[in-house]
């Protein structure tokens, strides 16, 4: 069968979502096209060389941007990842912890079938080189992606993964994760990028991909995603993780208002984010904070925390702007139906339930300086932000040029005009 899978966006790097089941399909004898909509233009003819189409939906941006492109789609068109479950008015939804196997499934007519997580085929996809870089001392580094899990074991109530996981992992072998750094180092990639939902779910398997990657390669430099509590709860391993080429880690610090960590059902405190801070610094790793400002229950109050919070840890070159704009998003499933007061009702364009808020005009307008300030130094965008809730601007002059990746968009927020007109 001839199959085109397509992926809107993938938080700017070489997209597994389409590469993982290209590997499977293939295996299977199936004749494969990939469409990275991130990086190329459409192309009818490979729609119409196709006879079914699945266009790759991990997280909301990518969703929305789908939404934009089905219409042109005149085969069976699925929908498969994360955010499948909210693709059913325009494909069939291919909803699944096992996204590669429910692919497979929906090509073969087999819906029991179940398919080891292969070596990803990306000879089709851009070079690294084409994706998001590493930023660091004034120099750029293509970067590799990996996932050493899928999942996580924990159930925050934000979140999109507990909808479908429900506090599951799933572990992709270290050889399997090796051979995938190995064929994007191999096309120039000097950094990766662990994408697991949280690293440190299955912090044994973690260490032992992370052994395996440096002995491999020992100057590749990684990042990864770790909860608040797991950076505490580890404390002792972040030297060793340094040593062995950790430059930053991105974790979901949320808000400093601990009633709403408590909603949100975190599993730390204001006071644990700060602490977790000092633990990574003092192991010579910057942390990489995101936040969401606008729930609900915020206030003016809470952001000017939170910006407050970030200039005095001295973080502002570690936080990418678009942190300080996001909205909560109340997707179907979410662990947050029925505990959010006067809950809208579910709109798909949107792909959230609705909810309103006294400062919704502060939410809209931070979003505006974010998306006008896409290309402006961080501290500009900062002070802007902060002279919206009447706070005094900060010196930015000193700003640390911690290393961070060229992709400041994030997988919660809304696409802009640019990314909506580029599909």
């Keep these: 069968m001839n199959v085109l899978l397509i992926s809107t966006y993938e938080l700017g790097h070489q997209p597994l979502g389409i590469a993982a089941p290209a590997a499977a399909l293939s295996e299977r004898g199936h004749d494969v096209r990939l469409l990275d909509l991130a990086i190329d233009d459409w192309d009818q003819t490979l729609v119409d060389w ?82 998001a870089h590493l930023l660091r001392d004034g120099e750029r580094f293509p970067i590799a992606y990996v996932e050493a899990s899928q999942g996580c074991v924990h159930r925050c109530r934000h979140c999109p993964v507990p909808v479908v996981y429900d506090g599951r992992i799933r572990i992709t072998d270290v050889e399997t994760v090796l051979a995938d750094v190995e064929q994007q180092v191999n096309d120039g990639a000097r950094h990766v990028t662990f994408g697991d939902p949280d690293f440190f779910n299955g912090v ?11 002995a491999a390669y020992p100057l590749i430099t990684f990042d990864c995603t770790v909860k608040v509590e797991h950076i505490l709860r580890d404390e002792s391993i972040w030297p060793w993780m340094a040593e062995h080429g950790c430059l930053f880690v991105i974790s979901a610090f949320e808000s400093v208002n601990d009633a709403i960590l408590t909603e949100l059902d975190k599993g730390h405190t204001a006071a644990d984010g700060a602490r977790a801070i000092a633990i990574l610094r003092a192991a010579g790793i910057e942390p990489r904070p995101t936040w ?60 959230s339930y609705g909810w ?36 005094p601007a900060v010196d930015t002059a000193s700003i640390t040029d911690a290393p961070r990746l060229s992709e400041s968009w994030f997988c919660c927020a809304e696409p802009t005009a640019a990314q909506l007109r580029a599909v």
Excluded at 302 to 331: C, K, M, T, W, Y
Aim: proline share 8%; hydrophobic share 45%.
């Design 50 to 131: 196709a006879d079914r189409v699945a266009i790759s939906v991990p997280m909301h941006t990518a969703t929305r941007l789908a939404r934009e492109i089905a219409s042109r789609v005149d085969r069976p068109l699925a929908g498969f990842g994360l955010y499948a479950g909210m693709c059913s008015d325009f494909a069939t939804t291919l909803v699944s912890r096992d996204p590669v196997s429910a692919v497979v499934g929906w090509i073969d007519d087999d819906p029991t079938v179940k398919v080891p997580m292969p070596v990803p085929a990306r000879e089709q996809l851009p070079a690294p080189d084409q994706y």
């Design 204 to 214: 044994h398997h973690a260490r032992r991909v992370v052994e395996a990657v440096h």
């Design 292 to 351: 969401l400002p606008f729930t609900p229950w915020s206030t003016a109050d809470d952001i000017r925390a939170i910006l407050d919070f970030v200039a005095e840890h001295d973080l502002i070159g570690n936080v990418d702007p678009v942190q300080f704009s996001i909205r909560l998003l109340v997707p179907e499933g979410s662990l947050l139906v029925g505990r959010i007061e006067g809950l809208g009702e579910w709109n798909p364009e949107s792909l």
């Design 356 to 391: 309103t808020s006294p400062i919704d005009q502060l939410a809209h307008e931070f979003a505006a300086v974010v998306e006008r300030g896409a290309d402006d130094p961080a501290g500009d965008v900062f002070n802007a932000l902060r002279a919206l809730v009447e706070l």
